[in-house]
């Protein structure tokens, strides 16, 4: 029972650190030399460019002027959200004491 119990758990070990290793290796492999696919000669390859214009930055600062409100508006909702609770506290408090 002893040496069925020692070879599963070596098995198990060695199984483990193959496939850890492996995977490890492959990956490295990937990182570097990628999927070893590409052929030399269909290597050519498009980039795209971004060409920044009037436009773009206009509508960046559009876009930074919507997140501030949707910050705010945030914190008016939380507010809201806040004195909504109260009330419901001083609804309670008050049919409370009327009950009384």
Do not use: A
């Amino acid at each position: 029972m002893l040496f069925y119990l020692t070879d599963m758990f070596l098995d198990v070990i060695w199984g483990t650190g193959y496939w850890v290793i492996k995977k490890t290796s492959k990956g490295v492999y990937y990182l570097i030399w990628g999927n070893g696919n590409i052929n030399l000669e269909n290597h050519k390859k498009e980039y795209e460019t971004i060409i920044l214009t009037k436009e773009n930055i206009d509508y960046d600062d559009t876009l930074k002027e919507l997140v501030e409100k949707t910050i705010s508006q945030e914190k008016k909702i939380d507010e809201l959200h806040n004195s909504i609770i109260e009330l419901k506290s001083m609804i309670k408090k008050s049919t409370n004491q009327m009950k009384q």
